[in-house]
């Protein structure tokens, strides 16, 4: 039991480093990725704090080194599937019920095990695994990672503080139970750090947690596992497994104790998640809880008043850091004819000036797409675009697969404000762009609103703050994350919460007690001091 009120670690957002020539961190890294790129390593599912073998494997490779395989990883079979279930709902016994203070302390240190010894370690293997720069993945896996743990922690505390009011006559008070049964992550390839978060964050408020990463991410999710062991979770309260997405869900969504899904991944099958939950909800013990954030096609808009050079460079940043693998990647831009000379010709000198090849190296800020289903489509969008005729490419529109998945940076020039690449997710690093006359700031906006069926990520650039003001307003529905006079990429946990609405996800915002609080089911008690005797209220007298 609880011996007294504690105050946690105050949360403090983890220095990026910089990884400049000379530097010991970079020498690490390197040292690390070499290590990791040349050693393979078998990823077993892991159930029950065990490690589970199953015989039937797949290997991993590099996106950019497609041939070259660092290790293989395990499938399930339903009984494993069942096996996590169970195994779930056994450790909820005891895990629901440990001091929160407890729990704190289990992730406060995984936070410390990342950004210390495991920094190296899980950076190389985001590099390797999804073809990360040292920079994307020094911001993503380790900081980004490290961030969400550690203000998770703080994120609890407080809404925990959250109490109702009480009198002299009786003593209100809320406690914030974790769901009932078992909860289910499901998460994406391209953040390390959603991938840690999705699973951590149910468990740290209490929650049990079945979790099925990315099978293009298991490489770095091997590294995730270790590091939660190590930091103390619980046998059973986090299991690992990889597999058939259809045979795995199926057995999870069927089960009558499934409480809650937290997905971060395609819009699709997000639907489909939530239809199969709702033809099973005359099944399940409670009202599942619904947490998904999914695809985008995010903007920029670019007023008349606005410097080139800084549209341009939120376009070279937004659109092809991670080779645009992010859904709040900039995929469509609108810019003012007044400036389009000027931000066409910075934007093709900085595409010029990318090198590409493997992250290994670190002159490259371009790697490769993380699979073969993403270089064919969208090699397709680009072979589309060269034969259209309302569409130009003025930069990029090669490819080559032979030794890893490169799509080079490619931007796309419409005449078309509804054409094909102006609506559609593509995910990888293509941008299309409509030119609008000075004149058409208001219709634009309109346009940019109702172009597209998400609402993720977007930005205004822009000196007038009267057009400024118009686009905030015009543009209130279309980005749960709306950025003024920056690239609409880059959200920072405790400071820019994560999320959109839409097609984009239920906005639950992710690095924010929002989220933490959908993973909880409060329960109110009231105790009253002096319990009455008698039925009769006053105004019963004769």
């Given amino acids: 039991m609880e011996k007294g009120f504690f105050n946690v670690p105050i949360a403090v957002n983890e220095q990026v480093k910089s990884y400049a020539p000379g530097s010991p961190e970079r020498a690490a890294v390197l040292e690390t990725y070499k290590n990791m790129f040349n050693t393979q390593v078998d990823v077993p599912l892991y159930i029950n704090g065990e490690y589970v073998s199953t015989g039937n494997t797949r290997t991993m490779s590099p996106p950019h080194d497609h041939q070259h395989v660092v290790g293989t990883y395990h499938l399930a079979e339903q009984k494993h599937i069942d096996d996590a279930i169970a195994t779930a709902l056994e450790a909820r016994k005891t895990w629901s019920l440990i001091p929160w203070e407890q729990r704190a302390g289990i992730f406060l240190k995984a936070a410390e095990l990342i950004a210390g010894p495991y920094r190296s370690k899980i950076n190389a293997a985001t590099m390797i695994a999804q073809s990360k720069t040292i920079h994307q993945a020094e911001i993503d896996s380790a900081c980004e990672l490290v961030d969400?743990?550690?203000?998770?922690?703080?994120?609890m505390t407080d809404i925990y503080m959250e109490q109702p009011e009480s009198t002299n006559e009786a003593w209100n008070r809320v406690e914030y139970r974790p769901l009932e049964g078992f909860t289910y992550a499901v998460t994406p390839f391209n953040f390390t750090a959603i991938a840690g978060n999705l699973p951590a964050c149910m468990a740290l408020m209490g929650n049990v947690v079945v979790w099925k990463p990315s099978d293009s991410q298991v490489f770095s999710a091997k590294v995730i596992m270790d590091v939660f062991e190590e930091a103390g979770v619980p046998p059973g309260v986090i299991n690992v497994v990889f597999g058939d997405p259809v045979m795995i869900t199926n057995t999870v969504l069927s089960h009558r104790e499934f409480s809650g899904l937290h997905f971060t991944g395609s819009t699709f099958i997000f639907k489909e998640l939530w239809k199969q939950i709702g033809t099973n909800i005359h099944n399940y013990k409670t009202y599942p809880r619904i947490v998904g954030e999914t695809g985008g096609k995010d903007f920029i808009v670019a007023h008349k008043s606005a410097n080139p050079k800084h549209v341009a460079t939120a376009i070279a940043r937004g659109a092809f850091e991670f080779q645009g693998q992010k859904c709040s990647a900039a995929s469509r831009a609108y810019i003012p004819k007044s400036i389009w000379n000027d931000v066409k010709n910075l934007v093709i000198k900085d595409v010029k000036s990318f090198k590409m090849g493997s992250p290994e190296d670190m002159r490259n800020f371009i790697t490769a797409v993380?699979?073969?289903?993403?270089f064919d489509k969208l090699a397709k969008y680009i072979d589309q675009a060269k034969n259209d005729t309302d569409a130009e490419i003025i930069v990029g529109g090669g490819y080559d697969k032979s030794k890893g998945y490169f799509i080079e940076p490619t931007v796309i020039v419409t005449t078309n404000p509804k054409y094909t690449t102006m609506c559609t997710e593509l995910f990888g690093p293509v941008i299309t762009i409509y030119?609008?006359?000075?004149?058409?700031?208001?219709?634009?906006?309109?346009?940019?609103?109702?172009?597209?069926?998400?609402?993720?990520t977007g930005a205004i650039i822009s000196k007038d703050r009267y057009a400024i003001t118009q686009a905030t307003e015009a543009l209130q529905n279309s980005a749960g994350n709306f950025y003024i006079n920056d690239k609409p990429t880059g959200a920072v946990v405790g400071q820019q919460p994560f999320g959109g609405a839409r097609a984009s996800g239920t906005n639950d915002k992710a690095g924010s007690a929002q989220n933490l609080l959908r993973w909880v089911s409060p329960r109110l008690i009231k105790e009253t001091f002096v319990t009455p005797t008698d039925y009769?209220?006053?105004?019963?007298?004769?």
């Fill in 148 to 155: 969400f743990l550690r203000f998770n922690v703080q994120f």
């Fill in 370 to 374: 993380i699979h073969e289903g993403s």
């Fill in 435 to 456: 030119v609008y006359e000075d004149d058409a700031y208001a219709e634009t906006l309109k346009l940019v609103d109702e172009t597209s069926e998400y609402a993720l």
């Fill in 536 to 542: 009769r209220y006053p105004f019963l007298g004769e």
